[in-house]
């Protein structure tokens, strides 16, 4: 046998295993479990030591167990979303192309969310409810339609996180500002925790200057007063912020509130009102104040 003819059929062996590991993918891509589970049984075959088996044979047994049946509770749930995060979506970024690995999950986060719809909210094991399976898979819709049923969500730091995030994906920044400000007031981590999560460019450069610019402790729970320092450095948003629900035993929210009025009285040219406004302005936040009075000084050169 000549050398041309063995580095031909070495060619073809190591082409071999690519065209199988290739048959595999293309049916697991097709979500056809039986000829996927043909395509694994022909590698494994020929291949046993294949690295890519394992992680491959986690993704057909996902295919084949294609239940529908509602969730019994919480804990049945919780252990289906365990499996899902700790070895398919494992095995998924180690045999799919990186631009696939979400399209390809994204039936199997939507099937837990369809059968955990029954499951009701429980404060103190928010992860196991439908809502953030419906936003692991893009469902921004149906996340809202499931948080709408959450009695009282808007004073609830999880639901409220879950439905801002929903607002700014299906509609934008613009539409999710008072969401934004409410959630910063009310659950002020959980609010930094969001804004790191959405990847806004503009979202994300607002809060690099509020880091280096506002007066306060340097602890994450400055993020309460983003929207009222928001506000001095961007005044065109009251109105956006005018439609969040006050919340009246948090500072932050009522400092927020008071400066969208004081904004409109200086519009309206209302000079006696404003002593009393900036007063108690001065008393929620005197530091944020002088930054707002320092934009002031600079308008009235």
Request: net charge negative; charged share 25%; glycine share 4%.
């Amino acid at each position: 046998m000549t050398m041309q003819s063995v580095q031909q059929l070495d060619i073809f062996a190591d082409s071999r295993d690519v065209m199988l590991r290739n048959d595999v993918l293309e049916q697991l891509q097709r979500r056809d479990a039986t000829a996927a589970q043909t395509a694994l049984e022909r590698l494994a075959s020929d291949y046993p030591d294949d690295d890519t088996l394992p992680a491959m044979t986690v993704l057909v047994r996902e295919l084949e167990r294609d239940s529908t049946a509602p969730f019994a509770d919480h804990a049945a749930l919780a252990s289906a979303r365990r499996h899902l995060d700790d070895e398919v979506v494992p095995a998924a970024r180690r045999v799919l192309l990186a631009q696939d690995v979400q399209a390809w999950l994204t039936p199997c986060w939507r099937s837990l969310a369809q059968r955990a719809a029954a499951l009701a909210f429980r404060g103190n094991d928010a992860g196991s409810h439908a809502v953030p399976l419906w936003l692991l898979a893009g469902e921004w819709k149906a996340a809202s339609d499931a948080i709408e049923r959450i009695e009282s969500w808007w004073r609830i730091p999880v639901p409220l996180a879950w439905m801002t995030e929903a607002r700014y994906r299906t509609e934008g920044l613009d539409a999710a500002w008072p969401l934004l400000a409410e959630l910063a007031w009310l659950a002020p981590a959980r609010f930094a925790a969001l804004v790191s999560a959405l990847g806004d460019a503009s979202l994300d450069a607002l809060r690099r200057r509020f880091d280096a610019g506002f007066p306060g402790t340097g602890e994450v729970d400055d993020c309460a007063w983003f929207p009222a320092w928001l506000l001095v450095v961007k005044p065109a948003l009251a109105g956006r912020f005018g439609e969040a629900r006050v919340q009246r035993d948090r500072a932050a929210s009522r400092a927020t509130a008071l400066l969208g009025e004081i904004l409109r009285r200086e519009h309206e040219g209302d000079q006696h009102e404003l002593v009393s406004l900036r007063q108690a302005f001065c008393r929620l936040h005197a530091g944020l104040f002088e930054a707002y009075m320092a934009t002031r000084k600079v308008q009235l050169r």
